[in-house]
Structure formats: structure tokens, C-alpha cells
């Protein structure tokens, strides 16, 4: 091995040493841009990450001169020398003299070379690497190759980064959308469970339960296709677009066709399926109008507990102008209502699930209904989020 | 895992999906169909499930997706041969008329 590929090699050791992978994600980007600036001999380096927009880069780690700047300097993309990398994703190499136009970020600001290479996971640009000398000098393809190596580490550092962002914000959200214990309603006994999903983590499943000015309660159930912090989001917009329209029709078929209009012209790429019910002021009789949901379970005291019997219309989002019905029955002695992370499992047939489901529930107080159907669940890795609200009478 | 094999016949394009249809694998049908509808000039679209094991409600998303594409570009678009779980899930989900068309335009479906 020649001189220079023994120097390279040992120069490559030092930005994919294993000792790495110990650290947590910020103090990785942090140890990133301390040995890429020391591996190519470079006065500063940053390593700048897109933020949630994607159109801002936040210098979020830096070494040598940049680090007396503080994190959070944001440049746009398109702009400055490390903004063009993110629009280009293609390497830059710029000397800076007095002919050089350059609008200056403040991380560019004193330097005279510039060197910098795109972050990129599973071919998506998340920010730039970014290099600088004070002193006329060159940078050489060995040292771009270098840069592209440590920014392949912070491209892993990066999405890792991301995706914990994401789940911490979606969680928040559904914190606050999803009360653990629902307000307290006269004359009902209410107890509500939500379980994320391994898989795919946190998404749009929600329940809800209020009571109105007549003094009926509306209760509320759905699940938003998709998953994450979008997912979250759009479920939150169509949770109090639901309450608006409860509060203007006493018919479940009407809020949701009002809902699915809403959600038709305001998020057209949305699909939720969902029951919205309304219990009447004596709690004997209960209207609801189902949209692609799993019917609810209803439980006497006489008899198994049963599927309610309703043709569900079409999920809310699916097509325009889609039909809706509401069905009456006497209020049940309690109501569960589901979503299909509970149910859905690869290779079991649903009915046999829904059959599983019915034998595990044996009555009780809603939170006794819960903890039946959530030991059912218990030791099963569930893949999808599961959302469960329980109802019962109390007189 | 999923596969989607798509076969020409004239004005007839069908899709045969095979596998599993959740989270992860959906785009890959979303993309097919999509495309089907959108560019390959076709005028009749047919998704068939026969070999699909699983599908999740990100599948009923896509196909439901299909339909609206389709209506909105004069394309005639069909789901066809759902079978075991997947049919079950449809049709719960009160959409298996609506894909298939074994309903009335009203779009009113009958669960089984």
C-alpha cells in the first residue's frame, strides 16, 4: 500500500470507528463534525440538517470556528454555499476570492475555500456537510470521499434524529387530543385505552365523548389511514371538525356527511374511518352512523355480548357525495367501541377475531371492559395503534 | 411483501396483486394503480386481490383512491376476487360494492 492509501485508510478509521455507535444521536453529530474537520485539516465544519419545512437548513453541530457561532444558524435552501448543496445534492468545492459571488451564510462568513457534501438517507437529502479553510488551500477528491463517509454516518444519525422528533411531537399531539380519562357524563360509566402500535408507531386513531347543549352525548370513535405526525395532525383537524358539527345536527348521518365535505375539499388525500353516535338525555336510546368502521359491541344483561347490525357506509374521504344512514336502538347496558389495530392480524381470519373478542368480554364497569379486551391484546405484539372506548349505563 | 404483475389486453389493463397489502407495502400498489389510471391510456382498469393474503386499511385507502381517479378520468375501474380476510375487511368496511360493483350506482352496499 503506498504512503497516501495508508494515510487514507488510517483517515477513514478515524470517521467509522464502532466506538461511535455508542453515543447518542446528538453528541454522534457532534464527535461527525469534530473528525471531519479533523481528518481533512480543514478551520471549521457544521453539519446542517434540514428542518420539518425542508426548506431551511439548521446548523445543528459544528467544530473549529463554526462552534463559536451556536447551533441554530438556518440558511435556505438555494442560498449561500451550503444551501446550493441541498438544492443540488452534488458536492461543492468553492474558492472564494474577490471575484466570487457568494451570498454568505454567517458559517461561511472569514473563510476563503469551501468544501461540502449532501447528508442523504434512503435517497432523500436531510442536509449538508460542510467544510471551510481560512488559508488558500486545495481540497482533494480523498478528502471530498472523506466527507461524503462521514456524511453517510450523520445521513443514519440524521433520520434516526428525525424519526424520534417526529414520535416525540406525534405522542405530544396525541396527549393532548386524547384525554386517559374522559370527562365524567352523568348517568354513563366511561373508561378509554389507547395503545401505540409497534410497527409503525403512533398515528391516527382517536375517541372522543362530549356532551351537548340538549343534553345528549355524542360519542365518537375513528381511525386515520396512514401513521405518524401527518396522521396526527389530520386526525386532530377532523376530531374538532366532528365536535363543530355535532353541535349544529342531532343526526349522526348528518355530522358525518357534513365531515366527509369538510375533508373531501380540505384534505383530499385523507381517508378516516369512524362511527359518531349520540346517547339521548335519558340515556335509553342511542343513534349512530357508521362510516367503513368495525361495528361496535353492544352487551346486556341478558344474552352474549353481540355485534351491533348496521351496513357501514363508506369510509369518510372515499369517494364524493357518499351516502349515510343512522340507525336507532335502545341504549345497551355498555358500548365498546374499537379500532382494527385490536382485531387485524395477519393470518386470522376477522371474524374469528370479532368471535374472540365477543367470548373475551364477560361485563362489568368500563374499566373492567377495557382491561378484559386489553388482556386479549397482552403479549401479542400489536403492529397498529389500538383505540378502545368503553360505555356503560349506570342507572 | 407484495407484488403487483400487470397484464395488457386491448383497452384492458389488470392488475394481479399478490401478498400483503399494509403500511409499508401499499405505495407500491398505490404507484401501479395510479399509473394504470393515469398514464397507460387504458380504459379499463382491473385490480385483482385473488392472490392477496392481508390488506389493512391503508389498502382499503388506495383502492378507494383508485375508484375516485378513475371516475374523475372516464376510466372504468374494477376490484375484483377478494377473497378470505381481505373480503372480510371490505366489506365491513362497507366498500366492497362500491369497488367491485356489485351494487347499485347509489352506492349503497348490502353486507353479506
Known amino acids: ?395 | 411483501m407484495v407484488s403487483v404483475e400487470t397484464e395488457r389486453d386491448g383497452d384492458v389493463l389488470t392488475l394481479s396483486v399478490s401478498g400483503e397489502v399494509d403500511l409499508a407495502t401499499s405505495p407500491v400498489v398505490d404507484d401501479a394503480i395510479t399509473e394504470a389510471i393515469v398514464t397507460s391510456g387504458a380504459n379499463t382498469v382491473s385490480v385483482d386481490l385473488s392472490a392477496v393474503e392481508f390488506l389493512d386499511s391503508s389498502g382499503i385507502a388506495l383502492l378507494l383512491k383508485g375508484r375516485r381517479r378513475a371516475d374523475e378520468r372516464g376510466v372504468a375501474y374494477r376490484v375484483t376476487g377478494a377473497q378470505g380476510t381481505p373480503l372480510q375487511v371490505l366489506r365491513i368496511a362497507g366498500v366492497w360494492g362500491h369497488l367491485s360493483g356489485e351494487t347499485d350506482p347509489s352506492g349503497q352496499s348490502v353486507r353479506p
Open chain 1, 1 to 395: 500500500m503506498t504512503a497516501n492509501g495508508d494515510r487514507q485508510l488510517r483517515r477513514l478509521r478515524a470517521v467509522t470507528d464502532t466506538e461511535l455507535a455508542r453515543l447518542d444521536i446528538e453528541d454522534l453529530l457532534a464527535e461527525l463534525a469534530a473528525r471531519a474537520r479533523a481528518a481533512v485539516g480543514a478551520d471549521t465544519s457544521t453539519i446542517l440538517l434540514l428542518d420539518q419545512t425542508g426548506r431551511e437548513l439548521v446548523a445543528t453541530a459544528a467544530s473549529g470556528l463554526a462552534a463559536q457561532l451556536g447551533p441554530g444558524v438556518r440558511i435556505p435552501v438555494g442560498t449561500s454555499f451550503a444551501g446550493r448543496i441541498a438544492a443540488t445534492t452534488e458536492p461543492l468545492v468553492i474558492e472564494v476570492d474577490a471575484g466570487t459571488v457568494l451570498n454568505r451564510s454567517p458559517i461561511d462568513e472569514g473563510l476563503s475555500v469551501l468544501a461540502g457534501v449532501p447528508i442523504t438517507a434512503s435517497g432523500k437529502v436531510l442536509g449538508v456537510l460542510h467544510v471551510g479553510s481560512r488559508d488558500p488551500r486545495q481540497f482533494s477528491d480523498d478528502d471530498l470521499d472523506l466527507l461524503r463517509v462521514v456524511a453517510d454516518r450523520a445521513g443514519m444519525a440524521a433520520q434516526a434524529r428525525n424519526a424520534r422528533l417526529e414520535r416525540q411531537a406525534t405522542v405530544a399531539l396525541q396527549r393532548s387530543l386524547l384525554p386517559a380519562r374522559p370527562p365524567h357524563v352523568a348517568g354513563l360509566d366511561v373508561a378509554a385505552h389507547y395503545l401505540p402500535g409497534a410497527e409503525v408507531g403512533v398515528g391516527g386513531d382517536w375517541y372522543d365523548l362530549f356532551t351537548l347543549p340538549s343534553g345528549q352525548v355524542g360519542v365518537a370513535i375513528g381511525d386515520v389511514a396512514g401513521s405518524g405526525l401527518r396522521a396526527a395532525v389530520v386526525m386532530g383537524r377532523i376530531r374538532s371538525a366532528l365536535r363543530a358539527y355535532a353541535i349544529e345536527s342531532e343526526d349522526p348521518a348528518d355530522v358525518l356527511t357534513r365531515l366527509d365535505r369538510k375533508i373531501q375539499l380540505f384534505e383530499p388525500d385523507a381517508f378516516a374511518t369512524a362511527i359518531y353516535a349520540v346517547i339521548d338525555p335519558s340515556r335509553s336510546t342511542m343513534t349512530a352512523s357508521v362510516a367503513g368502521h368495525l361495528p361496535p359491541i353492544l352487551l346486556d344483561p341478558v344474552g352474549a355480548p353481540r355485534e351491533l347490525v348496521v351496513t357501514a357506509d363508506l369510509p369518510l374521504g372515499a369517494y364524493p357525495n357518499a351516502p349515510r344512514h343512522s340507525v336507532t336502538l335502545p341504549f345497551p347496558d355498555a358500548l365498546l367501541l374499537y379500532t382494527d389495530g385490536l382485531i387485524e392480524r395477519r393470518g386470522r381470519p376477522l371474524d374469528v377475531a370479532i368471535k374472540q373478542l365477543l367470548e373475551t368480554l364477560t361485563g362489568g364497569t368500563a374499566d373492567e371492559l377495557c382491561a378484559q379486551v386489553m388482556a386479549l391484546v397482552h403479549g401479542d405484539p400489536v403492529a397498529d395503534d389500538i383505540a378502545l372506548l368503553a360505555i356503560c349505563r349506570t342507572d
